[in-house]
């Protein structure tokens, strides 16, 4: 008798577990107070108004509670969390004056050689602090600043000033009060009005220190008829410690501009991925997210577009990939506030070894969102009954003149599909394999070249037969 | 006090909640609706029996309904709902199915200041089924407030979910929906639709469809259309002399067919069609 079977394999980790030997300048003491929180704001040299916003959001954090859905998050203790973690490094321009060792880290990771062949700018950041950027020259000769958030908030304060937490306030939730407190690092990019940057943006976020927390903030505006593709990716290795990461994206498209926020979301299996992002699109503006969710032990994240302007679009496609212990939660949220607004949400999700994947979306047509247009697909594929895959979507319509649809599928690979295949000559094993590339695919057409490579990687299908 | 400002009461919960600003996770009455006891029926069906039951609310009433469905009985329920427009009511259906039970529930909704309803089926006996067809509409300043949850526990079970809507002038409305697909539920099936048809820009319309899987052997689906009336249906039937009016109280009578035609009492059939009128006359 012939035994053939499939083996999915988990993503493939070794090149994200390697571990630097943690040698920080300055590490804050675990645990969230006031003086840490003034001790950090005091080391970055904030102005007045950033302690004083600091310090406002801790207070909302210790008085929010956490939240009452999702995934159980109570294994985070902030008394075991440092905030801030400062690396033996000052920011460099140029790859050859960044430490050897956290160089070799972004090496390991192809971010320099991506530099080099696919981007027109990068920010490193090592823990809490970015240690690299740069920028083609021809784009900041057409006036585009891409630089940490730290020089912004030097350089650009009024503009930081303007938006900052403003379409994510620290009353969001107890983790945007958080990420208020203690944030440091991140990029921040500004798009002035016509200029179409044609090559990524890249931001590349690497949490090292063992029983961290990483809090970035990224903050873009792509002015009035200009557009934009920034990438961000994330990594870490695995500690037996609890890692944090509670970043916060906003994104300000104008009028008739588009942005395309591509993710590729690969934490170690010890974090917890806590973060929030918010897109405000104006007239006519577009949106596009494209997010991999692959690592992290416990996720919760959905991109968020507010959809203010007449005509404003929203195009988001999302795949998620749960394996052994990990919980992920993630998904998406629109608000179609204006008329002629339109979104689609294409999601794919994975569960295996008792993963458990989440799909959880929220979409409001506001009144008046006259001719509100919005058309929601989620699949989710589960590989064993180990697992778990939920779908948890919303809708809350208040317009008439609106047209919404939503369609979703949880279940397994078909039987019938495999028959079709094998009667059609291809192995079972190859027709199994197929239909999971298949059942991505949507997905993975839509990330740059090199992610749809390193996804490809990632889901790395493993054919294996066992004879008996 | 006013109705308005009457403390509500949790009723019931979704089985995985979500944000908040949604308002979806808790179904709430006002305090009042559940001040007594719900009038508690049991129907307890033995095995190979089959139960017809038609159970007629006309007045401001809260009623707690428990049924349980020996191997291979089957239990052909009916609720429908025709108080006045200005009563409360809070229902609840909780049925529970042995081996190859069949359960056909059939609701029609169409009153209410407030009206809360659940229905919560348990699908325990391998190749256990329920088909579950409703049709509401509400008007006016009604609330509508509807959880309806299937689990489906035993092998090779079937679960339909079907739902047909209409909401006219200030009415606001919440569908949630859960096929649970708990583990050990191998070569079950389970469909959802739900179709909401909006006739006023004053309406608020919430569907939360859930679908939760703990077994990978399984084929869940659901979907979900909100939107006005079809421009093209309304374009025929203007262009063959109906007004406006009267061509959209056909097309919302036409989406209520096919649950009207499960009911076998011609009578009652009749009573649903005339309160439909008034209530599309109405708003």
């Given at each position: ?101 956290i160089?070799?880290t972004f090496?390991?990771l ?14 490193a950041q090592y823990d809490?602090?970015?240690v ?72 590349y976020f690497r949490l090292n ?5 990483q ?18 990716g994330c990594s870490a290795p ?231 | ?283």
């Amino acid at each position: 008798m012939t035994q053939q079977k499939i083996i999915i394999e988990d993503i493939a980790r070794a090149l994200y577990d390697v571990r630097d030997e943690s040698r920080p300048r300055y590490r804050s003491e675990s645990g969230l107070t006031e003086d840490i929180v003034r001790d950090i704001s005091r080391r970055k040299n904030d102005p007045a108004w950033m302690t004083e916003h600091r310090l406002a959001s801790l207070a909302v954090y210790n008085e929010t509670p956490p939240p009452a859905w999702g995934p159980a998050i109570t294994s985070l203790d902030m008394d075991h969390i440092a905030t801030y973690v400062q690396p033996d490094a000052v920011m460099a321009g140029r790859w050859e004056d960044v430490p050897e060792e956290i160089r070799s880290t972004f090496d390991r990771l192809g971010i320099p050689e991506a530099e080099k062949e696919s981007l027109a700018g990068v920010g490193a950041q090592y823990d809490s602090e970015v240690v690299y950027h740069s920028i083609q020259t021809s784009l900041t000769k057409q006036g585009v600043v891409y630089t940490d958030m730290e020089t912004a908030l030097r350089e650009h304060e009024d503009i930081v000033r303007a938006h900052f937490m403003k379409l994510v306030p620290p009353k969001d939730h107890k983790f945007a009060a958080l990420h208020g407190a203690v944030w440091s690092g991140g990029s921040f990019v500004h798009v002035p009005p016509g200029v179409e940057v044609k090559i990524p943006l890249q931001s590349y976020f690497r949490l090292n220190a063992p029983g961290a927390g990483q809090f970035e903030h990224t903050l873009i505006i792509v002015e009035p008829g200009a557009s934009l593709h920034f990438i961000e990716g994330c990594s870490a290795p695995k500690y037996n410690v609890t890692n944090l990461h509670a970043g916060c994206v906003e994104l300000y498209v104008k009028e008739g501009a588009r942005l395309r926020y591509s993710t590729i979301e690969n934490w170690s299996k010890n974090m917890m991925n806590l973060n929030t992002k918010r897109a405000l699109v104006e007239k006519g503006g577009l949106i596009e997210w494209v997010s991999g969710s692959f690592g992290s032990r416990v996720s919760m994240l959905y991109p968020a577009s507010i959809l203010a302007g007449e005509g404003a679009r929203c195009e988001f496609t999302g795949v998620t990939f749960a394996g052994r212990g990990q919980h992920l939660d993630t998904g998406a949220t629109v608000i179609h506030a204006a008329p002629r607004t339109s979104s689609v949400i294409n999601t794919r999700s994975i569960s295996k070894d008792g993963g458990v994947a989440v799909y959880r979306s929220g979409v409001r047509v506001s009144a008046g969102a006259k001719g509100a247009k919005c058309a929601v697909k989620c699949d989710s594929l589960m590989l064993d009954s180990e697992s778990r895959a939920d779908t948890i979507p919303v809708m809350d319509i208040r317009e008439d003149d609106a047209d919404i649809g939503h369609e979703a599928k949880i279940g397994r690979i078909s039987d019938e599909a495999i028959f079709y295949l094998t009667s059609r000559g291809i192995r079972e094993e190859e027709a199994r394999a197929m239909i999971v590339r298949g059942f991505v695919e949507p997905v993975a057409k839509s990330l740059p070249l090199e992610y749809a490579v390193e996804m490809n990687n990632l889901i790395n299908l493993e054919l294996e037969g066992a004879r008996q | 006090m006013t109705a308005a400002a009457e403390k509500e009461v949790v009723f019931d919960r979704i089985p995985a909640p979500t944000w908040r600003w949604l308002g979806v996770n808790e179904v709430r009455v006002p305090e009042s609706v559940l001040r007594e006891a719900p009038a508690l029926r049991l129907v307890t069906i033995p095995r190979g029996e089959t139960r017809d039951m038609v159970v007629v609310c006309r007045t401001e009433a809260a009623l707690e309904l428990r049924a349980e469905l020996g191997e291979g009985a089957e239990f052909r329920l009916t609720r429908v709902r025709l108080a006045p427009a200005d009563v409360r009511c809070a229902d609840a259906v909780k049925v529970t199915l042995a081996k190859d039970a069949r359960l056909s529930y059939t609701a029609v909704e169409l009153s209410g200041a407030r009206a809360a309803d659940l229905l919560d089926v348990n699908l325990a006996g391998d190749g256990s089924g329920a088909d579950v067809a409703v049709f509401y509409f509400a008007g006016g300043q009604q609330r509508l407030d509807m959880n309806y949850e299937i689990h489906q526990r035993g092998r090779r079970t079937e679960a339909v979910l079907d739902v047909q809507g209409g909401l006219s002038g200030r009415a606001e409305k919440i569908f949630r929906g859960t096929l649970d697909f708990v583990r050990g539920a191998a070569g079950s099936v389970g469909r959802e639709r739900e179709a909401v048809t909006l006739l006023s820009p004053d309406v608020v319309n919430r569907s939360a469809p859930l679908m939760l899987s703990g077994e990978a052997e399984v084929d869940g689906r659901h979907a979900a259309s909100v939107g006005r009336l079809d421009e093209e249906k309304l374009f025929y039937l203007t262009s063959r002399g109906l007004s406006p009016d009267d061509a959209r109280r056909l097309v919302v009578l036409a989406a209520a067919a096919p649950v009207l035609d499960r009911i076998a009492d011609e009578a009652l059939v009749a009573e649903i069609r005339a309160a439909m009128e008034g209530r599309l006359s109405h708003g």
